[in-house]
């Protein structure tokens, strides 16, 4: 568990799994947090992604872009450059499961980089993906 996952991350990130599995095949495996992502998508017994799962309280449609650490960009390129697979952000909307790469990203036509922090973490560079860069996923969720 990375700083500042919590047990209710956690479980959202599961149940995202459990059903990104039934819908599409694979295992997906719960990779440590020194990896930067979350998981790494099994085909079989082949790797075939890295995967990065995150959970919003909000709709699809209240914000324009998707907001999050400029360092899980430079993880995905790093497994990228290391593994020749690609990475990918699962987020999860109260309306909606999107999916949209996250390995070399072009900054400036993939995604625009500014600074911010909330009051409980420190402030650092963040990238912002246009929500409409998302592929909506029609998954069974559990939860």
Known sequence: MNLYQTSEDRENEELIASAMTKKFGGSFKKIPYTYGLDYLWMRGDKPSRWIEIKKMNNAWSE??????????IQCANTLFDST???SF???W??????LTPISN?????D???GYYGRADRLE???????RTK???LELQLDG
């Open 134 to 136: 998302f592929k909506t």
């Open 105 to 109: 990203l072009v900054c400036g036509e």
């Open 124 to 130: 650092e560079p963040q990238v912002y993906i246009d």
């Open 63 to 72: 914000h324009d872009q998707f907001m999050f650490s400029l360092h899980k």
């Open 84 to 86: 020749n697979f690609k």
């Open 89 to 91: 952000l699962i987020v």
């Open 93 to 98: 909307w109260t309306d909606r499961v999107g």
């Open 111 to 113: 995604f625009k980089l």
